[in-house]
């Protein structure tokens, strides 16, 4: 099953805020940590290759970011879900909840703050959130090497169900988290997800 | 010297503004005019004097005039060799009169370049002749492995053996048979294995974009193969090779001239078991295959009427096992597939004059394949495809003569072209129709200027326009500068206008620029669109792939013996078409369809160096400089929006220093060569290294580009020996090897290693006439 795993990201936000004026006191601030979850296994679909026909619908693996936790329904409190190459969040079509997700650029540690420009959306009838497909969404398909990988400097800004930011990063759709030059898609067992992610539990847009 | 000639391969008194001298009293026994090798020049002549002319017989030889001053000078001219001149006390005393070939094959005549006879020397872009000899030296059996050992020519494994030129890939060179353009094609790559060596006269290659006279695919540039033609009464040859991996060549050939009728045949037969770099996978890396080529060639000349009709036929055939994986079970299928191509090629020149020259000609070609994979265990055919593409070309092309420095050439011609395969619907036709125009002229002695414009009207990709000029300035007798820009294009392939692909288990579609609004239309009304990702305005507007292109370079010769030639070359591409995804559908994969999206930049240098040290001892030395790169990634990369990832998959920003352009280019490729020939004993060596610098093989690191040092395959070099010996009655045995390191490169699929071979050629004539 999964192992869950908790990383030291040391995500300093003194390091953020500007203190250039002497006489500002320095707020106590709480030091965020990024959180690495590995190996959440979320297999697709069972389909018959000659066909395309789906022989064995499989469920999605729930997960909330706030608890840092698998959920087991989907009336649960989840945030975000896997299954296959395909992320959703809790809301619209895929379910009850109110979670909505924005696919930026940049790389996970330079995001400091929720861009205006971020783009939040619920998944729906037009498309989820996240969207599928290569180079849509989170990942590349090389159609060379067969590979899946995560898109470099792609990260997922996530708003959760309780309506705090979290920004989020795909490492991995392989086992353990392999570097890409030592995966074969043939043997690497897949999907199993590594992705980090940090929350701003106090409801600011700032990390 | 006037350089402009209609006429080149005939004599061509009448051009030196003098006139024949004629009846002649004999004053000495005749003298020969002969090669290094002692062979005879029949097409030489001399110069006695301003203005009086003596062409060699048949056999080469001519007789002096008496009453001649001790002193006069005589000059002795043939086409391919260095002018040679002697006093007439000297030559007096001589049987026979050697003479140098022009160094770098400069004396070559090139058909390719201007689609008239000229002399490589006298060409205003860069060209370079692949001689018979050469091509001998190689040990080569099929035309990559002569190729491959060219300055700036990479032979890349895509589909087949595929040719790169100045950075780009197969589908952008033309290949050209007796200048004709050869079709059949394979994910765009032309496979030149299916090109058997033996009969090959010499290759000419040109580089740079010539869709000014040709139009699609020229955008690289042009390889114009030239199949041999004998002027001997009777001629017949058998030749054989065999080397590493039970792989036989045998070809025969046969030709017959009386009467202004020449009569020519070859028949070669290949075979070999392939090999295999990774016996863990199942089936071989390169499938056991036999080939058969066939080719005759028809010629009768009439006055001033010249016919010729050449035909040609391939057949290939081949084996392999893959294996399939099924839900983590790997299941082995037998491949087996096939591969013909037929050509017919009749062509007439009429000569009313030595001014004009009128040239219908016409090329009928066919080409399919027929590939069958079947699974072992139960014979459950997992894969079938055919495919058959037809194509006829007529032309007509008119050239005239205007004094002596300028020559017209007027061409039109139409094209027709069908196709029929599994992934294509119907059978789909295409027509076109092209007008095109040169100018060859020489202002002053210094100046040569080729300036040309082709017009293409297709049915599929609208008009085209393609313009090209040329000009070569002579500095002085050793150095001349020469610059080109033209403008290349390449229409769009079958596989980007007709496609239909469904690729069921992943769940995504393809469709060609022609059925995309139907393909969405079908899938709309399946309900199985969730949202276009594009503008439907945009659908099926696929245009021609175009480029603008620029070539400068010399040709300085430091020597009759000495040879320094460079060029360099940019050429920018524009609207290079690519698959983009248009539809996103409810099952979350995508449509694809093609779209002209990209941009593209190679530049480079190439520099050769050929010094002739001794008559029997030649080295050369050749190297390119390449920078390909993908325009629209440097943008990215520019603005910051380009990542990569870290062995440990974590995310930073790619610089312009990381990226290292297009995949499987090298940026730095190069050859030296030594050639040892002995004339008396008939005993040739050629020693060559091809260098070939890293080159990135594919995407490691997530984000679909070249810019970490774990995606280059590492650079290699392939030292290639052969050594020969030629008989007085004509027989020619031979050994050598390819790869004698055993260099490998898992990246390298067309490279088996070390291959060693034998070989034989046995000339019957010439054996039942030193009897």
Not at chain 1, 22 to 29: I, K, L, Q, R
Not at chain 1, 43 to 58: A, Q, Y
Request: glycine share 8%; charged share 20%; net charge negative.
């Amino acid at each position: 099953m999964n192992k869950w795993n908790m990383f030291q990201a040391g995500i300093l936000l003194l390091a953020l805020s500007t203190s250039c004026e002497e006489n500002t006191v320095d707020e106590p601030e709480i030091e965020l940590q990024a959180v690495t979850v590995e190996n959440l296994h979320a297999p697709g679909d069972l389909m018959d290759r000659s066909t395309g026909e789906i022989t064995e619908v499989r469920p999605f693996r729930y997960f909330s970011l706030e608890d840092n936790k698998m959920v087991e329904s989907r009336e649960g409190d989840w945030d975000i879900g896997f299954k296959g190459t395909t992320l959703i969040v809790n809301s619209g079509s895929s379910g009850p909840g109110t979670a909505q997700a924005s696919v930026v650029t940049g790389t996970f540690d330079e995001i400091s703050t929720v861009p205006s420009a971020a783009d939040f959306k619920s998944d729906g009838e037009n498309g989820l959130a996240i969207p599928t497909g290569s180079g849509n969404g989170w990942y590349n398909y090389n159609p060379s090497s067969h590979i899946i990988s995560p898109i470099p400097g792609r990260v997922l800004l996530i708003q959760t169900n309780e309506g705090n930011y979290a920004k989020m990063e795909i490492l991995s759709y392989y086992q353990d988290n392999p570097p890409l030059a030592e995966v074969d898609p043939m043997t690497t067992p897949s999907p199993y997800f590594t992705f980090r992610y940090l929350i701003q539990p106090n409801g600011t847009i700032t990390f | 010297m006037c350089r402009i000639n209609l006429n080149k391969n005939r004599f061509t008194y009448w051009l030196l503004g003098c006139f024949l001298f004629p009846l002649l009293s004999h004053a000495s026994d005749p003298i020969c005019i002969r090669d290094q090798a002692g062979n005879p020049i029949p097409h030489a002549y001399v110069k006695i004097g301003p203005d009086k002319v003596v062409p060699v017989d048949r056999t080469g030889s001519f007789d002096l005039p008496d009453n001649l001053e001790a002193d006069q000078l005589i000059e002795v001219f043939a086409m391919g060799f260095d002018a040679r001149q002697i006093r007439v006390r000297e030559i007096s005393e001589l049987s026979s009169l050697r003479l140098t070939e022009k160094i770098g094959q400069m004396g070559e005549v090139v058909v390719a370049a201007t689609r008239t006879d000229r002399s490589l020397e006298d060409l205003p872009m860069p060209v370079t002749v692949i001689s018979r000899e050469q091509i001998q030296e190689t040990g080569g059996m099929r035309l990559s492995e002569v190729l491959r050992e060219q300055t700036g020519l990479q032979v890349v494994s895509d589909h087949g053996a595929g040719l790169q030129m100045q950075g780009l890939s197969s589908d952008y060179i033309l290949i050209l048979l007796d200048g004709e353009p050869l079709i059949g094609r394979t994910a765009g790559t032309f496979d030149l294995d299916r090109i058997s060596v033996t009969n090959i006269e010499r290759i000419e290659v040109l580089r740079g974009p010539s869709s000014a006279i040709y139009g699609s695919e020229a955008m690289a540039g042009v390889i114009n193969i030239i199949t041999k033609s004998s002027r001997e009464p009777f001629a017949a040859s058998l030749e054989s090779r065999y080397r590493s991996f039970s792989t036989m060549d045998l070809s025969g050939e046969a030709s017959f001239n009386q009467n202004d009728w020449s009569v020519q045949a070859y028949l070669n037969r290949f075979r070999t078991d392939g090999f295999d770099l990774n016996p863990n996978v199942p089936g071989n890396t390169q499938a056991p295959f036999q080939a058969t080529t066939g080719q005759v060639k028809l010629g009768k000349k009439s006055g001033k009427w010249e016919f010729r009709l050449y035909s040609r036929m391939y057949r290939e055939d081949s084996d392999n096992v893959l294996q399939v994986i099924e839900n983590g079970k790997g299941r082995l299928a037998d491949m087996s597939s096939e591969r013909r191509d037929v050509n017919l090629n009749p062509t007439v020149t009429y000569r009313p004059n030595e001014h004009w020259q009128l040239t219908l000609r016409s090329m009928t070609s066919l080409f399919e394949t027929h590939s069958l994979t079947e699974m072992q265990e139960d014979g459950f055919v997992v894969d079938a495809q055919d495919f058959q593409q037809r194509y006829h070309r007529t032309e007509l092309q008119l050239d005239r003569q205007l004094g002596n420095s300028q020559l017209l050439t007027l061409g039109m011609g139409h094209l027709l072209e069908t196709v029929d395969a599994t992934r294509y619907e119907a059978l789909n036709r295409f027509d076109a129709g092209y007008l095109f125009l040169q100018h060859q002229w020489d202002p002053t002695d210094k100046w040569n200027i080729v300036t040309g414009v082709r017009g293409d009207l297709h049915s599929q990709y609208g008009e085209r326009i393609s313009p090209k000029i040329s000009g070569m300035y002579q500095i002085s007798e050793k150095f001349s500068w020469q610059a080109s820009l033209g403008a290349g294009f390449k229409a769009p392939d079958f596989r980007q206008l007709l496609l239909n692909f469904n690729n069921a288990s992943a769940g995504y579609y393809v469709f060609g620029a022609n059925l995309v609004q139907e393909g969405i239309e079908r899938l709309q009304s399946q309900g199985l669109v969730q949202q276009l990702l594009l503008d439907p305005s945009q659908f099926g507007a696929l245009k021609a792939e175009s480029s603008l292109a620029i070539n400068t370079g010399f040709r300085w010769k430091l020597s009759n013996d000495l040879l320094f030639q460079g060029n360099f070359f940019q050429n920018n591409i524009f609207n290079l078409i690519e698959t983009a995804p248009f539809a996103r559908l409810t099952s979350g994969q995508n449509a694809f369809s093609y779209f002209n999206v990209s941009r593209v930049r190679t530049q480079g240098i190439e520099l050769d160096w050929t010094w002739r040290l001794t008559s029997k001892l030649q080295v050369s030395a050749g190297y390119m400089y390449l920078d390909a790169n993908d325009l629209d990634v440097l943008e990215q990369i520019d603005s910051g929006a380009l990542f990569r990832r870290d062995s440990e998959n974590r995310t930073q920003r790619v610089s312009r220093s990381d990226y290292g352009g297009l995949f499987n280019r090298s940026r730095h490729s190069g050859n030296l060569k030594i050639s040892y020939q002995e004339p008396l004993s008939g005993i040739n060596l050629a020693l060559r290294a091809i260098h070939r610098g890293k080159f990135g093989f594919g995407d490691v690191n997530g984000n679909l580009i070249l810019d970490d040092p774990s995606e280059y395959a590492r650079a290699m070099t392939s030292w290639n020996l052969s050594l020969s010996k030629a008989f007085s009655n004509g027989v020619l045995l031979e050994t050598g090897g390819f790869n004698l390191l055993n260099q490998l490169n898992q990246y390298e699929p067309s490279n088996p290693g070390r291959t060693l071979f034998v070989g034989a050629k046995v000339p019957f004539h010439q054996l039942v006439n030193s009897k």
